[in-house]
């Protein structure tokens, strides 16, 4: 038995992917496009998820994130479902930074859920990976926005003031080295020889 792809191997290999009991769409199953049972919530959910990476791939988070969130829904056992929902969460969560718009508390802390499970339950190794990476990262933004205000900013300061050394540090031209071939005994003297030779007789 052969796997055409690594996620199609992972995918048949994580039971312990599920949805938990949790609600990732309201939004009721097509049934009269792709049929009623299990076979017709399948096959929707594998469409969710093509139509649904296309968005993301457009930059259109809010279409991806229906789409998608309706595919963990019909199909919580799909491991890559979770993987491109968590990953499209990310992306709008950055978005919404770069801009300087309000973050969804509400999303960025199922975001962290989503890639906790992925983490911990996905046998996919490099999804293992983003997931904990992406984790950490989401848990330090979420503990700097549960920060009293003023220390929120302060710490954003402190951001800002690294930035900007490490820019500095990077365009600061580099010193130039001293070419000692040119080097002259009068420029720098120091003390003459008869003297350096008196002064260790007289210590011995």
């Not at 890559?80 to 990953?87: I, L, V």
């Not at 300061?157 to 005994?185: C, M, N, T, Y």
């Amino acid at each position: 038995m052969s796997f055409s792809s690594p996620l199609a191997f992972a995918d048949a290999i994580s039971p312990n992917i599920t949805s938990g009991g949790k609600v990732y769409s309201e939004e009721k199953p097509n049934r009269e496009f792709f049929g009623s049972g299990m076979s017709g919530r399948l096959s929707e959910a594998s469409h969710l998820r093509f139509s649904g990476e296309q968005a993301y791939d457009d930059g259109d988070y809010a279409v991806a994130l229906k789409k998608l969130s309706k595919a963990v829904q019909l199909d919580p056992g799909d491991p890559t479902g979770h993987f491109m929902y968590a990953r499209a969460m990310t992306a709008k969560i950055n978005r919404d930074l770069k801009k300087g718009v309000p973050l969804d508390e509400e999303m960025l802390t199922d975001c962290i859920d989503e890639w906790k499970l992925i983490a911990r339950h996905d046998a996919d190794i490099s999804e293992q990976a983003e997931a904990k990476a992406q984790g950490r990262r989401l848990a330090r933004i979420a503990k700097t926005l549960n920060m009293p205000e003023e220390e929120k900013v302060s710490r954003f300061a402190l951001f800002k003031r690294i930035g900007r050394s490490k820019v500095a540090i990077k365009e600061k031209p580099k010193l130039a080295q001293k070419d000692f071939s040119d080097f002259k005994e009068k420029e720098n003297p120091g003390r003459p020889l008869k003297e350096v030779d008196t002064a260790i007789k007289d210590y011995q």
